[in-house]
């Protein structure tokens, strides 16, 4: 998964996760290796929030030449299943990473068993048969202490026992725990005798009905990285709090490998949600048409979109890593999808909102193939044939009757460039009953056969174009924003974040295309001049094409950077002195929207 993507001005400087690990190598902490993994629980699909630790944990291996494992935490069967762990292999492996391993929580669940017997022996652990309510009482909160439970302090043997008993399905759901005995008192509440394990009758999706006690996840995760040699666990900052718990688990195993947990900012990107629960939500009451749908941030979404890996990678690494929760603007994902799409999507021309145009002195029934080029920016993807003929289509926002001087496109005696076509002008305007225009009458000359004029004689505009009796009709799904807020969660009181769904995120039109797209498959990433990316979607069909608008051409982050740099120009020019400015970074273009 190399990138030769890193901008030229990206920070040297190493992040904190990276000095951090350098440090360990030098005091020759680990043997001097590098074992990381991607731990996802298997209850939802990949999102681009995953994407980061994702590209982190992958990177972080590729740099220290280590190994990352993807590891299924698949230790709550309520919420687990096989289509999940199916989609997050999919995805990992169309972002472009293998894992050294793949592995199971679920494959641990003996030894974490025998682990937990290990500390009831210690007399570090008991069965609790208080009911949860009361559990979760006695644990407190905020500054009060914790109350120890009556159960606490049982003899050991009964808590063997009952413990035997749990795992052998004689208890019902909720009637007992197995908790740690820590400290009650501890103003860390993750410390105050979390609970090990649960009564639970559930199917598990790869374990079946092997097991009725569970472990909780605070008690595994730790020690599922310790099974694995795990030597950076790196995960999010909402975990910072749980470090001391697992270390005390870990601790108490003694001779067991000890992993040194690193935590970063998780991403949260504006106008979408990143929470699984919400995702879920979202799909469940059908307010989108699944987890792959293209207005979804998840990976399968974004995927359909047309976003490429390559992208999504880039994008990763531009943000990094930071120790503060923070938003970041979508315009940055999309700024590193454009400069992708831009040296990879073949052009083609596509009117979306077709006007017609018929050539008056172009012979009826002629066909003229002309040359265009498939990519400007990549001379290896060739060139194609693009029929021209009689009537053709042009967009309708590329006319204007009285247009303003500056209007540079199409007007009533006015003359235009057709793209890769010719010189064409405009005689006459035709408007149906209500007024609106229906047609227009244009002259071409033969003579610009290509789009250069031989006499030398210039046009301001260049239109797309296609021809109206060779063109495809296509379904092109228009998407924007899921949400209307850039933060979905700020809401009326009363209300949540569906409120601010966005009623127009989808909109959808037919379209005229280029012929040669008739042969493209879903997946296949085009720009139609002048107008956008698009991707085939997954139910385009040779007969039946449908496309998906994954980004538009407009970049907010390069006006952005251009206004910088126009204003310091300027300033410069008024003979002000002046301090050099670095370029914007993306932390100062995350800030601009605060
Ligand atoms: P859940 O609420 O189900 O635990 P989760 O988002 O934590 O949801 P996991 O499947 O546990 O989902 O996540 C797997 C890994 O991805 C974890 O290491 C987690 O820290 C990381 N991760 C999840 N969301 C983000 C995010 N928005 N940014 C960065 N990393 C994330
Ligand atoms: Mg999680």
């Not at 298997?42 to 190994?67: M, Q, R, V, W």
């Not at 069967?77 to 997050?88: G, R, T």
């Not at 666990?233 to 601790?251: A, G, M, Q």
């Amino acid at each position: 998964m190399s990138d030769d993507t890193t901008p030229a001005d990206e920070p040297k400087r190493k992040d904190f996760i990276r000095q951090w690990i350098d440090r360990d190598n030098e005091s020759g902490r680990f043997g001097g290796e590098v074992h990381t993994r991607f731990p996802p629980e298997p209850n939802g699909y990949l999102h681009i929030g995953h994407a980061k630790s994702i590209c982190l944990n992958f990177a972080l291996a590729e740099d220290y030449s280590g190994t990352c494992n993807l590891r299924f935490d698949d230790t709550n069967p309520c919420k687990e299943e096989q289509e999940y762990v199916d989609s997050i292999q999919e995805d990992l492996a169309w972002l472009g990473m293998t894992p050294t391993k793949v592995c199971y929580a679920s494959d641990y669940f003996q030894q974490l068993y025998d682990w937990a017997i290990q500390l009831i022996e210690q007399g570090v652990a008991y069965v609790d048969e208080s009911t949860p309510d009361a559990i979760a009482e006695m644990r407190g909160g905020g500054l009060d202490e914790g109350t120890n439970s009556p159960y606490r302090d049982r003899p050991v043997e009964e808590s063997l026992d009952l413990f035997a008993r749990m795992k052998a399905g004689e208890f019902s759901d909720g009637s007992m725990v197995l908790r740690a005995k820590i400290d009650m008192a501890s103003a860390n509440i993750n410390l105050r005798d979390p609970i090990m394990y649960r009564v639970l009758h559930a199917h598990h999706h790869r374990q079946g009905d092997a097991w009725c006690v569970y472990p909780m996840y605070d008690w595994a995760h730790g020690l599922e990285d310790s099974i694995e040699g795990i030597t950076h666990s790196v995960c999010t900052l909402e975990f910072e709090n749980h470090r001391p718990l697992y270390d005390w688990f870990i601790d108490q195993l003694t001779d067991i490998n000890h992993p040194q947990q690193i935590e970063f900012a998780r991403l949260n990107l504006t106008y979408t949600v990143m929470s699984k629960r919400k995702l879920l939500r979202l799909v469940q009451e059908n307010l989108v048409t699944g987890w792959d749908d293209p207005r979804m941030p998840t990976i399968s979404g974004l995927r359909r979109r047309g976003y490429s890996p390559e992208a999504i990678r880039k994008f990763c690494k531009t943000i990094g890593v930071a120790k503060f929760n923070s938003t970041i603007d979508i315009q940055l994902l999309d700024h590193c999808l454009r400069e992708d799409l831009n040296k990879t999507s073949p052009r083609v021309m596509a009117v979306l909102d077709p006007l017609k145009v018929t050539i008056t002195n172009f012979s009826e029934g002629d066909v003229d193939q002309l040359e265009a080029i498939n990519n400007p920016e990549d001379e290896s993807a060739g060139t194609r044939m693009v029929p021209f003929t009689k009537e053709i289509y042009i967009e309708r926002a590329d006319f204007m009757e009285d247009a303003p001087k500056k209007f540079f496109r199409l007007s009533q005696g006015r003359e235009v460039r057709l793209r890769y076509a010719y010189f064409v002008t405009c005689d006459e305007v035709l408007k149906d009953d209500a007024g609106e225009i229906v047609e227009l009458k244009c002259s071409y000359d033969p003579a610009t056969r290509g789009g250069d004029a031989p006499d030398g004689r210039k046009v301001k505009g260049t239109l797309h174009w296609v021809s109206a009796s060779e063109c495809l009709d296509a379904e092109v799904r228009l998407y924007d924003h899921l949400f209307t807020k850039e933060n979905p969660d700020a809401t009326e009181e009363g209300q949540d974040f569906i409120a601010n769904l966005n009623p127009d995120s989808l909109k959808t039109i037919t379209a005229k295309v280029e012929p040669y797209l008739a042969a493209s498959t879903p997946g296949d990433r085009v720009q139609f001049e002048r107008t956008g990316y698009f991707c085939v979607d997954t139910d385009s069909a040779a007969d039946a094409l449908v496309f998906n608008r994954t980004v538009t051409l407009k970049d907010k982050w390069k006006k952005i950077q251009s206004k910088q740099g126009g204003q310091q120009k300027k300033k410069k020019k008024q003979g002000g002195q002046q301090k050099k400015k670095p370029r914007l970074d993306y932390s100062q273009f995350k800030n601009k929207k605060k």
